[in-house]
């Protein structure tokens, strides 16, 4: 999960977690939906809406198996394994996610079709072919080596094989408000344009079947007020506020883009 400074110890994610929960009026001992875990466990642009756009064009089967690259607290793991009945790998940097993600899963009773996994983008700890589709949200803009990225998603990907993803891309000017989502400062930052994103997939393989700028569609998007809840991303994000009004005024003003596709395997 890109740009989460952790913080927090495994165990305080833990705690923190199970203290929304209940906060929120769930009772952690009974079954959970992912549905009624959405704005907490969703930490990409679009959140849970975004997600189940994402698995309509990804084109997702039951008999898939599938990579969920940089999935944090697992949100997104969750909703298509209890959505089309597939089966579901997690790598995540931090440990302490890690922990988080697999608690969620226990608690929605996931777990046998969830797997986490702590381990690195650059370096995925699976054979080659494992996977019928890799899925990633909002993850590459912290990870400066593109090409290293998509040669490891091309290599753990079965011939055919789907790359699905929405990241932020960027714009015609310097991104210049601090802190992001996924960036306290301009170093943790590594925007491309969407052009040259398009141009590596290719070079390294991919060949795109959707890749398309949502960031108008998103920013015309108007929700209702809706009473505050405990379930949200700032249980485990410091100065959320901040960094979302940060990120919806960079979009505004061009500096970041936000684009989607899904590429396939030569």
């Not at 909703?79 to 608690?103: H, K, N, Q, T, Y």
């Not at 992001?180 to 079947?209: C, H, K, Q």
Request: aromatic fraction near 6%.
């Amino acid at each position: 999960m890109a740009g989460l400074e952790a913080h927090y110890s495994a165990r305080d994610i833990e705690a923190r977690i199970l203290a929304a929960v209940r906060a929120a009026g769930l009772n952690p001992e009974h079954r959970l939906s992912p549905e009624e875990l959405g704005a907490l466990d969703h930490f990409h642009t679009g959140g849970l809406g975004a997600s189940r756009e994402l698995l309509e064009l990804a084109q997702i089967r039951a008999e898939d198996r599938v990579l969920d690259i940089g999935a944090g607290l697992a949100g997104p793991a969750r909703l298509l394994a209890s959505a089309l009945g597939c089966r579901v790998d997690c790598l995540e940097m931090s440990p302490d996610f890690c922990a988080g993600a697999i608690l969620l899963n226990r608690l929605t009773g996931l777990d046998d079709r969830i797997e986490v996994h702590n381990g690195s983008a650059l370096d995925l700890p699976f054979p080659d072919h494992s996977f019928d589709v890799v899925w990633m949200q909002n993850v590459g803009m912290n990870i400066a080596d593109k090409r290293k990225l998509y040669a490891e998603i091309y290599r753990v990907l079965k011939p055919g094989g789907r790359y699905a993803f929405q990241e932020m891309a960027a714009g015609g000017a310097a991104t210049s408000y601090f802190p992001l989502p996924w960036a306290t400062d301009p170093a943790d930052s590594f925007l491309v344009s969407a052009e040259e994103m398009r141009s590596v997939l290719g070079e390294s393989g991919f060949i795109a079947e959707l890749f398309e700028d949502t960031s108008d569609a998103h920013l015309s998007r108007t929700t209702a007020d809706a009473a505050p809840s405990p379930l949200t991303l700032g249980v485990y994000v410091d100065n959320l506020a901040q960094k979302a009004g940060n990120a919806r005024r960079s979009l505004q003003e061009g500096q970041v883009r936000l684009v989607r596709g899904v590429f396939r395997v030569k």
